[in-house]
């Protein structure tokens, strides 16, 4: 086994990289670009290795994830706001939540999913309309947090629904907070704001375990694996508020990507239209058709792929392992890059360019290196809600296509900022007019 580490460096002595890390957005492509696509730093507090590329992402995420601790990669503040829910689970456990939690998120649960989906756009459509100039990020922050919190939480729309937002705007905002538990502190607020939505959550349990529903909670109280087991309170409620989490932000951020792009790129928003147009031909929007929209999905794998919600995931190494020559040592971080790697020139040609025809069933250019689009994750902890989150920008996407016209409003900073999850600086100021 090789033993030269990766080169990089540890930089200061306890605080290493971490101020870098958290300041620079070209943090990690500065270092790619000096040292290639393996080397290490220590950043937040542990000596990290940081592996870009397809076959980089395969290998933490599918063929080595024995040498990796998801529970361990992410920081402590996490574990107790979030709990022992599925990101922090690993092995067996890991393994059988997941199944029992699968049931909510596929098949015939989206199909039951999809009249609330549709009837909560439709009236932030008319809101859009009404207001005709707009800030679109806060807003499809609140659409996005109500349907997640009506179909995952049951919570019903209006004042409950604000109030589980304005508890979870706490909450998040604790998660990369220090951990000082003080009431009026960020963590402070953040544990409060957990321990109320924890509470919504155990209300709604209660209610669905004596009146079954077809919502996702009402699912999960169904749920049985094979010998029969089924999640305990305790675990559903750690569960739900991480679908929460999960859910909202991540699918926000893309979805103000998409209608950005679209506005920016007129010809493929006209592509995209007329194929809209053609469904709409055949009468109001369902199932089938959103099953039916091949455009639509090569627009959204290109926001997928430039602008990624997430940037990247952290491990924690349990075992040590050789990776391209280098050794990597028991103990270490390691970070996979999302965006750098479709960024990759070997994957995609003219990578900064937007350009969804490169996902066309000729050209189809993620299908060349395997873990090449990983906006999602990938292999076995892929992400759970993928299809509930492409179902809900399919539908958000066709109906904006179909009904109305926008463009961007001068005058704004379109820079895309990182924190807390990928968006244009401005929020993204838009126009939108009835087609
Ligand atoms: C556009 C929207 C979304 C994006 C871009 C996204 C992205 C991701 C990524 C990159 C991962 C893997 C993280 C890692 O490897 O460290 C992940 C995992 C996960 N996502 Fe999503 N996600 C989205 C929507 C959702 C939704 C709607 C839900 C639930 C309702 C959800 C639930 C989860 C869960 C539970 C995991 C962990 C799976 C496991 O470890 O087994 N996500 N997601």
């Not at 932030?124 to 207001?131: N, P, S, T």
């Not at 493929?268 to 929209?293: I, K, S």
């Amino acid at each position: 086994m090789s033993q030269t580490l990766p080169p990089g460096s540890f930089g200061l002595p306890i605080v290493g990289e971490t101020l870098s890390f958290l300041n620079d957005p070209a943090f990690a492509d500065k270092r790619q670009e000096k040292y290639g696509s393996i080397f290490k730093s220590h950043i937040l507090g542990r000596p990290s290795v940081v592996m870009v590329g397809p076959e980089a992402n395969r290998f933490i995420l599918s063929s080595h994830m024995r040498h990796f601790s998801w529970r361990d990669g992410w920081p402590e503040t996490f574990k107790e706001l979030l709990g022992e829910s599925l990101f922090l689970q690993e092995g067996e456990a890991h393994q059988r939540n997941r199944k029992l939690l699968r049931p909510a998120f596929h098949g015939k649960a989206l199909e039951g999913y999809l009249d609330t989906m549709k009837q909560i756009t439709q009236t932030y459509l008319k809101k859009w309309e009404a207001r005709g100039d707009f800030t679109w990020f806060g807003e499809m922050k609140q659409l996005t947090f109500e349907i997640a919190s009506i179909l995952l939480l049951g919570s019903e729309p209006g004042e409950m629904t604000t109030r589980l937002s304005q508890l979870f705007g706490d909450l998040s905002a604790g998660l990369f907070s220090l951990p000082l538990r003080f009431r009026w502190t960020p963590y402070g607020r953040a544990l409060y704001a957990r321990d109320q939505v924890l509470a919504h959550i155990e209300r709604v349990v209660r209610d669905r375990q004596q009146h079954p529903t077809q919502d996702a909670l009402g699912l999960l109280v169904q749920s049985r694996d094979e010998e029969g087991g089924s999640l305990s309170l305790a675990e559903i409620k750690v569960q739900a508020l991480l679908m929460l989490f999960a859910g909202h932000e991540t699918t926000t951020s893309m979805l103000t990507s998409l209608v950005m792009s679209l506005a920016q790129h007129p010809a493929v928003c006209n592509r995209a239209q007329a194929e809209q147009d053609m469904l709409a031909a055949e009468g109001p929007l369902n199932l089938d058709q959103l099953r039916r929209m091949p455009y639509l999905e090569q627009v959204l794998k290109e926001v997928e792929r430039l602008y990624p919600p997430v940037a990247g995931g952290f491990r924690r190494v349990i075992e040590s392992f050789e990776f391209n020559g280098y050794q990597v040592p028991k103990g270490w971080q390691a970070l996979y890059r999302i965006n750098a790697t479709h960024r990759d020139r070997r994957c995609y040609s003219e990578a900064e360019q937007f350009d969804p025809d490169r996902f066309s069933p000729e050209r189809a250019e993620h299908k060349q290196y395997e873990f090449s689009l990983v906006g999602f994750g990938g292999g076995p902890r892929i992400c759970l809600g993928l299809a509930f989150a492409q179902m809900e920008m399919k539908l958000v996407a066709a109906y904006l296509l179909r009904n109305y016209t926008w463009e961007l409003l001068p005058h704004q900073d379109l820079t895309m900022t990182p924190i807390p999850t990928l968006r244009p600086r401005s929020g993204l100021k838009v126009r939108l007019r009835k087609r």
